[in-house]
């Protein structure tokens, strides 16, 4: 089975940093596209960031400019790299990672991990 394993969220103070690692293992696929996405209360889940196999990136208007997506293809990591935090940022932040197949995607989650940014 396909695991999604987050690392690295935190509680840091406004203008620091962090960076979140996510390991998906369990599949003998690659998978197309591997991202981030957040949840803060009261809010609806909104992509941060996201990124292809062959690099291209997308980005949230909110965090260009402050936040960086990375991979690592041959083990399945996707990295994200957050710079000047501000209290905005603070939510749950969870790792996909989908696969696009001819009939069907598959899609999987990791368990979340909070990041809290005070003033």
Do not use: R
């Given at each position: 089975q396909v695991q999604v394993v987050e690392s690295g969220g935190g509680l840091v103070q406004a203008g620091g940093s962090l960076r979140l690692s996510?390991?998906?293992?369990?599949?003998?696929f690659s998978f197309n596209v591997m991202g981030w996405y957040r949840q803060a209360p009261g809010k609806q889940r909104e992509l941060v960031a996201a990124i292809t196999g062959g690099g291209s990136t997308n980005y949230a208007d909110s965090v260009k400019g402050r936040f960086t997506i990375s991979r690592d293809n041959a083990?399945?990591?996707?990295?994200?790299?957050?710079?000047?935090l501000k209290p905005e940022d603070?939510?749950?932040y969870y790792c996909n990672a989908k696969r696009t197949t001819m009939v069907q995607d598959y899609e999987y989650?990791?368990?979340g991990t909070q990041v809290t940014v005070s003033s």
């Open positions: 996510c390991a998906a293992s369990g599949s003998i083990k399945n990591t996707v990295y994200l790299q957050m710079n000047s603070t939510a749950v989650w990791g368990q």
